[in-house]
Antibody, heavy 120, light 108 residues
Framework: EVQLVQSGAEVKKPGESLKISCKGS????????IGWVRQMPGKGLEWMGI????????RYSPSFQGQVTISADKSISTAYLQWSSLKASDTAIYYC?????????????WGHGTLVTVSS | EIVLTQSPGTLSLSPGERATLSCRAS???????LAWYQQKPGQAPRLLIY???SRATGIPDRFSGSGSGTDFTLTISRLEPEDLAVYYC?????????FGQGTKVEIK
């Protein structure tokens, strides 16, 4: 069974750094791209970026380029999303999701989400 | 960037009724690379439809997708109480990938 298990909720202060994780299981982790999607409180879904764990090839949406860093450690089947200096506007639920394949790059499996709260 | 506009914003229907959700793109979506996701309250999104009309594994056949180019539709043929959710379309034919703003389906 394909599973994406995300790290737990975080409460941080503005200016702090953070790295959240997404561990894949039940499939060959290095064969599928993993993406990240933001959902701000009461709002819709925003596509942030995507990484191919086999070689760490990464693509970002222009809206998130330079704001976050996506990485992966294929040895432990885990993808990461990190911030160097959080802002209150980073408060959101962050989902990781597996991209199906190149011919149809939709997201077929989703993690349960990680709630990030940034408040002074 | 392709902008997806979903309508209506909210749809309120009774069980057994037919729901028709629209997703209109600002430019043609190449290859009919459009998906629909369902997000129930407090849950992660779930894939319903990909390639505009292909149902994902385990999705009941009361859900169907259609359309091409700039106009796409998700139809729920007979609403059930568990269909209470927000439904999002997403295009993955062009970069950056984008989502619509969602349609909320309420059950009377």
């Amino acid at each position: 069974e394909v599973q994406l298990v995300q790290s737990g909720a975080e409460v941080k202060k503005p200016g702090e750094s953070l790295k959240i994780s997404c561990k894949g299981s039940g499939y060959i982790f290095t064969s599928y791209w993993i993406g990240w999607v933001r959902q701000m409180p009461g709002k819709g879904l925003e596509w942030m970026g995507i990484i191919y764990p086999a070689d760490s090839d990464t693509r970002y949406s222009p809206s998130f380029q330079g704001q976050v860093t996506i990485s992966a450690d294929k040895s432990i089947s885990t993808a990461y999303l990190q911030w160097s200096s959080l802002k209150a506007s980073d408060t959101a639920i962050y989902y990781c999701a597996r991209r199906f394949d190149t011919s149809s790059p939709h997201f077929d499996y989703w993690g349960h989400g990680t709630l990030v709260t940034v408040s002074s | 960037e392709i902008v997806l506009t979903q309508s209506p914003g909210t749809l309120s229907l009774s069980p057994g009724e037919r729901a028709t959700l629209s997703c209109r793109a600002s430019q043609s979506v190449s290859g009919s690379h459009l998906a629909w996701y369902q997000q129930k309250p407090g849950q992660a999104p779930r894939l319903l439809i990909y390639g505009a009309s292909s149902r994902a594994t385990g999705i009941p056949d009361r859900f169907s997708g259609s359309g091409s180019g700039t106009d796409f539709t998700l139809t729920i043929s007979r609403l059930e109480p568990e269909d209470l959710a927000v439904y999002y379309c997403q295009q993955y034919g062009s970069s950056p990938r984008t989502f619509g703003q969602g349609t909320k389906v309420e059950i009377k």
